[in-house]
């Protein structure tokens, strides 16, 4: 029988496939064991604010509940007119529920929501109507939620979720929108559900309740 060379993969290719797949499932084994497996701690730089501003937004304030309030392709009107200014939302006792900066249409500065109970609920930054730099998000006791990262509307870097009781919930690494890097997930009881890396297109690894296997890398970003 003949078989063509040129169809066999290189053993190069074979080698680096090999030390990717034992890398990942040996972390698995590692990793569904007691000892805690974090992500690194975050820096000082990460946990505080970009220094962003909303100087541009007039300090016109309209309600959500506003019935001159419309939204067109992908922009706020009022009155027919293109919104700047502050559009805000509020509770049936009156209390400050979300407060959002619009310049010309666009959602543009620092956008917040808070509980009922007046704690903060989120923080995001947008940029002419599309998020950028970090988000923050808190559980009502004041823990954090959700903390990710984003660069002219897609994710960034690595993101961030943690369960109502504290513990991770995923940690995740993208590139312009993707994938990119060390993807991990827990259970609320600390149990590791995936751990897998993204190289090339690829994920290596764990996926979800599956054995070590390889796939093609998809489409779908990371949800809040």
């Given amino acids: 029988m003949t ?27 590692a990793e569904t064991q007691p000892p805690d497996l974090m992500p690194p701690a975050l820096s000082k730089a990460a946990m505080e604010p970009q220094a962003m501003t ?3 937004v007039p300090g016109t304030v309209i309600d959500r509940a506003s019935p001159a309030l419309e939204r067109k392709r992908g922009r706020y009107y009022f009155e027919q007119e293109l919104l700047s200014g502050y559009l805000i939302k509020r509770g049936k006792e009156g209390q400050l529920l979300q407060s959002t900066p619009c310049l010309l249409g666009r959602e543009h500065g620092w956008a917040q929501s808070w509980f009922k109970s007046g704690k903060l609920r989120e923080q995001r930054y947008f940029a002419e109507g599309r998020k950028h730099g970090v988000q923050r998000g808190w559980w009502p006791d004041g823990s954090p939620r959700f903390l990710y990262r984003y660069r002219n509307g897609f994710y960034e870097g ?5 369960h109502r009781n504290g513990r991770h919930a995923d940690f995740q690494n993208f590139r312009d929108g993707r994938e990119a890097g060390v993807q991990r997930s827990w259970s609320a009881e600390g149990m590791l559900l995936a751990n ?6 690829r994920r290596y690894g764990r996926l979800g309740a599956r054995p070590c296997v390889t796939v093609n890398n998809g489409t779908d970003d990371a949800t809040e």
């Avoid at 078989?3 to 084994?29: K, W």
């Fill in 54 to 56: 909303t100087n541009d």
């Fill in 3 to 29: 078989m063509l060379l040129g169809s066999l993969p290189s053993p190069l290719f074979l080698l680096t496939l090999s030390v990717l797949t034992l890398s990942a499932c040996t972390a698995e084994r």
């Fill in 196 to 201: 897998y890396v993204v190289k090339g297109g």
């Fill in 158 to 162: 690595e993101q961030r979720t943690w």
